[in-house]
């Protein structure tokens, strides 16, 4: 079995984050798929204003997580009918050397009923750096609805919608599985022998 590692970007600035609980549980389907795993929080990293004027802003090492990942998870709250400015922001850092040839899955948190347009603008973005979205996506309506509602739970609030909770899984599942297929060649030659 290839390995795989899965990095999942949280775009969203609040402590008691539903986007993040969501990414951990599509994090733990893809540790279970036998891929390793790591969350990036960007609400928790100091990441300045994307400047194209300056060489260093001090970024360096979350790109490179982003860039050795097989696999990268979106997470973004709906803002405005789009993504975060946290996570627009982060993804203006990067560029081709981060996401081309790389696997991404897309999840979106609503406060209301509408998530389409944020899925779509997430994935517009993965498209202009070479990324591959996998089809399966996560879009939760209603958000404070399917979570544990105590807000002293943090990072291990629980999801409360089953269906949720195994659309998320699938998710993991379908990126590590997806980053394997993309880690064989299918069109590498095998190699001759003498025989041949």
């Not at 004027?53 to 360096?60: F, N, S, Y």
């Not at 860039?67 to 946290?86: F, K, M, N």
């Not at 979106?108 to 498209?127: K, P, W």
């Not at 990324?131 to 209603?142: A, K, L, T």
């Amino acid at each position: 079995m290839t390995a795989v590692s899965v990095v999942a970007v949280c775009g969203s600035l609040r402590e008691t984050s539903y986007t993040r609980t969501a990414l951990t549980y599509a994090l733990d389907a893809a540790e279970r798929a036998g891929a390793t795993t790591e969350l990036l929080d960007v609400g928790r990293e100091n990441v300045p204003m994307y400047d194209p004027d300056v060489d260093d802003q001090g970024v360096a090492d979350l790109l490179q997580t982003v860039e050795d990942a097989d696999a990268v998870l979106l997470g973004s709250p709906v803002y405005h009918g789009s993504l975060t400015g946290a996570l627009k922001n982060f993804h203006d850092h990067c560029g081709w050397d981060e996401y081309e040839d790389t696997v991404v899955g897309l999840v979106a948190t609503a406060g209301g009923g509408s998530y389409a347009s944020t899925l779509d603008h997430m994935r517009a973005t993965v498209r202009g750096v070479h990324g591959h979205v996998v089809p399966e996506q996560v879009g939760i309506r209603n958000a404070a609805s399917k979570f544990d509602p105590d807000p002293t739970a943090l990072d291990d609030r629980a999801i409360t919608d089953p269906d949720i909770e195994s659309r998320l899984r699938d998710l993991g599942d379908a990126v590590v599985r997806d980053a394997r297929r993309f880690a064989t060649d299918p069109c590498e030659e095998a190699p001759t022998t003498a025989d041949d």
